[in-house]
């Protein structure tokens, strides 16, 4: 056995230095797939693939629920008043604000289409409740009108739009 | 550990094992000739108690694996199954699920002993911290394990807490979607949560078993909170504190019995019964007793990433408490300032554990802001300014001193 003094750099040094930085690297590559595996699937993006809805079946006044990537989709077919209420609002004085233009299709007033989870821990609102002629979540108490913009309560924004085009004037494609 | 053992086996056969693996000198010494304080009291007990309770839910949990399935279309069906169907699987699901309540319970107990005799004081700042990793580790168990019933507040628990997290800003919904596996909550969700709620109780059991050994490098506080200075001040672990853990932990399984036969369903909530359905949330979604104190404090707060904030840092906030409190006396004994505070603090929590079942407007608002106004003040502005101010009574010289008088 000879003792090398550790004052000196050897070969034995380069082999440590070699051997933990390839470990290291190792190590880290290794968390990809390992951290990767949690996100969504294959199967549950193609699940989520654009779906097609009939508009012409919805009443004035009624909200329907669909669901969308397993997200419920609320579409209202909002009446005159729900829509002067929506227009009429001083948009400066919202908690996230955003006119009701914004909210809709042009030339689509009557159509609000918006994901029905609550922006605040993921409830789903209940229609035609709380004090704005539009949805009140009932966990923690968050209010939105009825363009879907938040009102009242601790959610921070409005209910997201989720992307989707008029197909025909009765026909909308979500996703 | 430490106690020096004398531990000499009788039998050959043992002393040729001893020689090899002196496992025995090792519980001997741990469990047996392990000097405790003589005037641990009651309180004392719960330690005992919570390895038990560990121990019970590891054993009831192994034996439902057996006959639960963690798929969304059959995890229902699967826990009535256990319910009707299986051999005394009521029994044992109930005694899973008042165990995990009766397990909380006894924590709390354990948390506030700790908090009233100083038993996080030097020298038993790791002791302390170990503990709070415990009780963290038992909070997520305890919440997956509740999802797996798949229930309707199963699933809308599981979908309000992925959601905490959605708070993070910029990459709160990433990592959101990253817990889901989906783009809501779903099978994947459920099936890695059977997975983690089967693997955490021994990432407890390793901890609990640090826990132990880091009580048994510093010692036990006891409740006059000077440490042992004689033989006088202590008696052997076997049998004083055997038999007194043993006499505490039949009167708590009496307790514990009594909820898994007479009220099984009486801490759960009846909505529970109801399969889940992503399309409904229910009127009213409450969570498990246990949690309420930390929900009140997210409800009573309302912007939604500082209500988040809150509710982490009111549970981290004990990790800091060995530096928060800066008085050097340990029990609340001989701090009479102090202890109102104690009492005031345990009357908050308990308050915002009731406020956290109610709706969340009007005169419960205010009242859980209050709380929560003093559950955080209690540690950064009452503790710390305490030990400058207080005026503590004498403490004794001696463990023995303060059971016999000052002559002993």
């Known amino acids: ?175 | 550990m430490s106690g020096n053992s004398t531990y000499q086996p009788q039998n050959k056969a043992a002393q040729w094992f001893e020689k090899r693996l002196p496992i025995g000198g090792l519980i001997h010494s741990s469990f047996v000739a392990y000097p405790t304080p003589r005037n641990l009291n009651y309180w004392w007990t719960f330690g005992g108690i919570l390895s038990f309770m560990l121990g019970v839910q590891i054993i009831t949990g192994i034996v439902l694996a057996m006959h639960y399935t963690p798929h969304v279309d059959l995890a229902f069906r699967s826990v009535e199954g256990i319910m009707r169907d299986v051999n005394y699987g009521w029994l044992l699901r109930y005694l899973h699920a008042n165990g995990a309540a009766m397990f909380f319970l006894a924590v709390y107990i354990h948390m506030f002993r700790g908090l009233y005799y100083g038993s996080y004081k030097e020298p038993r700042e790791v002791l302390w911290i170990l503990g709070v990793i415990i009780y963290l580790l038992m909070m997520a168990t305890g919440f997956m394990g509740y999802v797996l019933v798949w229930g309707q507040m199963s699933f809308w628990a599981a979908t309000v807490i992925t959601n905490l997290f959605s708070a993070i800003p910029g990459v709160g919904d990433t990592i959101v979607t990253w817990l889901w596996g989906g783009y809501a909550v779903g099978n994947p969700t459920l099936n890695r949560f059977f997975s983690l709620h089967y693997l955490l109780p021994f990432a407890i059991a390793g901890v609990v078993i640090l826990h132990v050994w880091a009580l048994h490098v510093a010692g036990q506080n006891n409740p006059a909170g000077v440490e042992p200075k004689s033989d006088k001040d202590t008696v052997p672990f076997t049998p004083y504190a055997t038999s007194k853990d043993g006499f505490a932990m039949a009167c708590f399984c009496i307790f514990y019995a009594w909820f898994v036969f007479y009220v099984p369903n009486y801490l759960g909530h009846a909505d529970n019964y109801i399969p889940a359905n992503p399309a409904v949330t229910p009127p009213e979604i409450v969570p498990e007793w246990y949690y309420l104190p930390f929900y009140a404090i997210l409800r009573s707060i309302p912007n939604k990433l500082m209500g988040v904030i809150a509710l982490f840092g009111s549970i981290g906030i004990l990790a800091f408490l060995p530096w928060l409190d800066t008085s050097r006396v340990k029990s609340a004994r001989y701090r009479p300032v102090y202890k109102q505070f104690f009492w005031l603090f345990v009357i908050a929590c308990i308050g915002l554990g009731w406020l956290g079942t109610k709706p969340p407007e009007g005169v419960y608002v205010i009242l859980s802001r209050l709380l929560t106004f003093y559950y955080f003040a209690f540690f950064i502005i009452v503790l710390p300014l305490l030990g400058i101010f207080e005026k503590t009574k004498p403490v004794p010289n001696s463990i023995s001193e303060s059971v016999l008088g000052a002559k002993a």
């Open chain 1, 1 to 175: 056995m000879t003792t090398v003094s550790s004052a000196e750099h050897t070969r034995r040094d380069f082999l440590y230095i070699a051997t933990g930085a390839v470990g290291a690297v190792g190590a880290a590559a290794v968390l990809v797939p390992l951290v990767a595996q949690m996100n969504p699937d294959a199967s549950t993006i193609a699940a989520g693939a654009p779906v097609d809805i009939d508009l012409g079946p919805i009443a004035e006044g009624q909200i329907v629920k669909v669901f969308w990537r397993s997200k419920p989709i609320f579409i209202s077919h909002r009446s005159k008043h729900d829509i002067e209420l929506a227009q009429n609002v001083d948009v400066a004085s919202l908690p996230d604000p955003a006119p009701d233009s914004a909210r809709v299709k042009p030339g689509h007033d009557q159509w609000l289409v918006v994901i029905g989870i609550c922006t605040h821990l993921g409830c789903i609102p209940l229609a035609h409740q709380g004090d704005y002629d539009g949805w009140f979540c009932p966990c923690h108490g968050s209010q939105y009108d009825s363009a879907g913009r938040i009102r009242r309560g601790p959610a921070p924004l409005n209910l997201p739009l989720p992307p989707y085009k008029f197909v025909s004037d009765t026909k909308i494609q979500i996703g």
